[in-house]
């Protein structure tokens, strides 16, 4: 078992985007909250600082995030984790690139990988990619990868929109999820239709549900989630 979780390192990210309050950078705060089949379930809240400005700049990022999640055949345990990450974006006018790379500190009831972290069940490094495109604002479109080298686990995520009319847009997402660290492997992979609304252009609301499977569950079930995302300059 790993009771403890420090919550200092919330400190250690707050502190990185101190150093990155000059004027033209922007901050992203987002969170989501999830339920699946199986009695399984997530919620999360983020907050990322960036540059607004054309070319390279510093990134910061702090992700928490806690897991309700099947331990056997019919208990369930939770967990929770916090993520600080710093790296490098470089942003266009139609789009931006970043990696960064971060530690997880992870509290769990049960020692060992599970499927519905963003980062694994094991406190360690993990690295990240991401790709966002929006265009002149008729399509967009978006790509998060992570790998936690401590439990050989991986996250990913494709979504694709396009705008029905001038506040809503509608699209698909693909979840792929899991680790080698098991014999056999586990995957576990989510897929299904996504709606936003931008209430303006700095606050969003979104919703997505559909399929989820994979081998490391007894049945094909379903998910559900509701998101925001709230940008703001400092």
């Known amino acids: 078992m790993k009771p403890k979780l420090p919550f200092a390192s919330f400190a250690v990210a707050l502190s990185l985007g101190v150093t990155l309050t000059a004027s033209g950078q922007e901050l992203a705060t987002y969170g989501s909250l999830e339920a699946a089949g199986l009695g399984e379930g997530s919620a999360l809240i983020g907050a990322t600082v960036s540059g607004s400005q054309k070319g390279w700049g510093p990134i910061a990022a702090i992700i928490a995030q806690t897991y ?82 401590k439990s050989d686990y991986y996250w990913t995520r494709g979504r694709a929109a396009h705008r029905i009319s001038p506040p809503v847009y509608l699209g698909g997402e693909v979840v792929v999820q899991g680790s080698q660290d098991f014999t056999p492997s586990i995957m576990r992979y989510e897929v299904g239709p996504t709606i936003e609304y931008r209430v303006s252009p700095e606050f969003r609301v979104g919703a997505s549900g559909g399929l989820r499977g994979g081998n490391n569950s007894a049945v094909n079930t379903g998910y559900a989630r509701i998101e925001f995302l709230l940008l703001s300059r400092l």
Do not use: C, K
């Open 68 to 149: 309700r999640y099947q331990d056997g055949i019919s208990s369930h345990a939770t967990a929770s984790a916090v993520s600080p990450s710093v790296g490098l974006q470089y942003r266009m006018t139609d789009g931006a690139v970043q990696a960064a790379v971060g530690y997880t500190f992870v509290s769990t009831e049960v020692s060992g990988v599970f499927a519905g972290s963003e980062n694994g069940g094991r406190s360690g490094v993990f690295g990240s990619v991401q790709g966002n495109y929006w265009g002149s604002g008729e399509n967009s479109a978006q790509f998060i990868g992570a790998y936690n080298f």
